[in-house]
């Protein structure tokens, strides 16, 4: 461990300061006054605290010089991973690199400044914000309109189920109290439907990972709400029986949901208003420019289409408008790419994934042939090593082998229809020398495996920790030192 790896406590000495403060008129008069409990100084300065509230030893603080910190904090930021710092392939999430210039936007002092609380009429600018986006994301996606009120993708999904439940119950129909969710759904769907109190049903892919028409037909019927769907799914295959989908499900009465959390490959390209879906969210902080993991801030709007805009809440932001930051971002990046560009989004993070799946099909197992959207799914190695005795490298072995080489790893262990799942998405800002040098990763990784499997199963090696036992670490957790 390097000197400044460790705790901040760890570093301190006693007496050492990072600061020098002139000396401070109240400070004495505090520290004699807090001791005996007194009352109020003769300046009026403050009232000084109950005993019972006052502490009875020092604040254990570390004592470190200004570099010392300086360092520490600095080598403990060097210790994470983000787009910033390489390569990050995490399916279904769109780990893009975000440009730095929508950051500056956001952080303009004439937005920062505002008050939600301000006067409608002095807010103008912002008000024009929040309308050129819903614009921009309308034409984009063929809804008719956008609510910014939630504030996640699964925020959304429940927002848009709402509306859906209220569709049928303002038409009488309150027999409709189940939603049709597809086996390959991200596991928000069907967690969103029964916060919102709808019947699961869950609807069967075929062999090959579309949505099979055959198996729903016979769950469609009035009790029917809705069917939730991701187009591209979560397989990064296009359904393309998404027409006949959408016929039969308006037949019996249901309406169309689509989770657009990760719209990058249809940019341009495919709307989901015109594939008949009547209410989606987006995922602002996936498809739209801010950068997101950690529970950072997020915004999924709400569109919906000709049906269901007569339900859609009026004001369409939330408290405070929302997480208006995000709304900024999204629309400087709109802006700046412009009609032209904004097309070239889908094309490019569908090239980069099917390149980087023909790259690597001769080394892991690809269940489903076929050409992909943003993302796709191995099932593991083709040679995991196994032999006689031992045990042969998992998809957990290869991820955590990838952290060695200086990647973060795949979504791994879903979507949960293959067993051995790697879920790769490179997104449309990668370059081709970065996804050269992860196919080469991966290549490497596979021959280590077929070689001698515990080089991965000891992995990663490199970082600062090494594979912690995430059973014990989930249910004993030690959260400080
Ligand atoms: C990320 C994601 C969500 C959930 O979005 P949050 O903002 O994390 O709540 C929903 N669906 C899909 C397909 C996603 O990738």
Do not use: W
Not at 48 to 60: E, F, I, K, Q
Not at 123 to 146: N, R, S, Y
Not at 413 to 421: G, K, V
Request: charged letters at 20%.
């Amino acid at each position: 461990m390097r000197y400044y790896d460790k705790l901040i406590f760890e570093l301190s000495h006693p007496g050492r300061t990072g600061y020098s403060l002139p000396a401070s008129r109240q400070y004495p008069f505090f520290a004699e006054k807090c001791s005996s409990g007194a009352a109020a100084d003769s300046a009026g300065f403050a009232t000084v605290l109950p005993n019972n509230l006052l502490r009875g030893t020092a604040l254990d603080l570390p004592e470190v010089s200004e570099v010392d910190v300086a360092r520490h904090y600095t080598n403990l930021s060097q210790m994470n991973f983000g787009v910033d710092t390489g390569f990050y392939p995490l399916g279904s999430c769109t780990m893009k690199y975000n440009p730095k210039i929508n950051e500056e936007i956001a952080n303009h002092p004439l937005f920062t400044g505002l008050h939600p609380l301000q006067p409608a009429e002095t807010v103008k600018g912002a008000q024009e914000v929040i309308d050129g986006l819903d614009k921009a994301l309308a034409a984009i996606t063929g809804m008719k309109h956008f609510t910014f009120l939630p504030c996640a993708g699964a925020h959304g999904e429940l927002t848009g189920l709402m509306l859906m439940r209220e569709y049928h119950m303002a038409r009488g129909d309150a027999a409709r109290t189940k939603v049709i969710v597809p086996d390959s759904a991200h596991g928000t769907n069907p967690a969103s439907a029964a916060v919102c109190g709808l019947e699961i049903v869950e609807v069967k892919s075929g062999a090959d990972g579309l949505v099979d028409v055959e198996s729903l037909k016979p769950l469609l019927g009035p009790d029917i709400a809705g069917i939730m769907m991701t187009n591209p799914n979560t397989l990064g295959l296009f359904e393309r029986q998404i027409g006949e989908i959408a016929k039969l499900v308006h037949e019996c009465g249901g309406l169309l949901y689509y989770d657009g959390a990760n719209m990058n490959p249809l940019l341009g390209k495919v709307r989901p208003g015109d594939m008949g879906f009547d209410i989606m969210h987006l995922n602002l902080h996936k498809t739209f420019s801010t950068p997101h993991g950690g529970g950072g801030p997020g915004s999924g709007p709400v569109g919906v289409g000709e049906r269901v805009l007569p339900y859609l809440d009026v004001p369409r932001t939330s408290g405070f408008h929302g997480n208006f930051g995000v709304m900024l971002r999204a629309y400087a990046y709109i802006l700046m790419l412009g009609k032209q560009n904004v097309k070239m989004a889908g094309p490019l993070a569908v090239l980069g994934a099917n390149y980087i799946k023909e790259s690597l099909k001769d080394c892991y197992k690809l269940p489903i042939p076929t050409v992909c959207k943003h993302e796709f799914v191995f099932d593991g190695l083709i040679d995991d090593g196994a032999r006689e005795g031992k045990a042969g490298a998992t998809t957990l072995d290869v991820a955590k082998r990838l952290l060695d080489y200086g990647f973060h790893a795949p979504t791994i262990y879903f979507p949960l229809l293959f067993h051995q799942a790697i879920m790769i998405e490179p997104t449309e800002t990668e370059s081709l020398e970065t996804l050269d040098e992860f196919i080469a990763v991966m290549r490497k990784i596979a021959a280590e495996a077929a070689e001698d499997p515990d080089i991965l199963h000891g992995a990663p090696h490199n970082t600062p920790i090494g594979r912690p036992d995430e059973t014990a670490a989930a249910r004993n957790p030690i959260l400080k030192a």
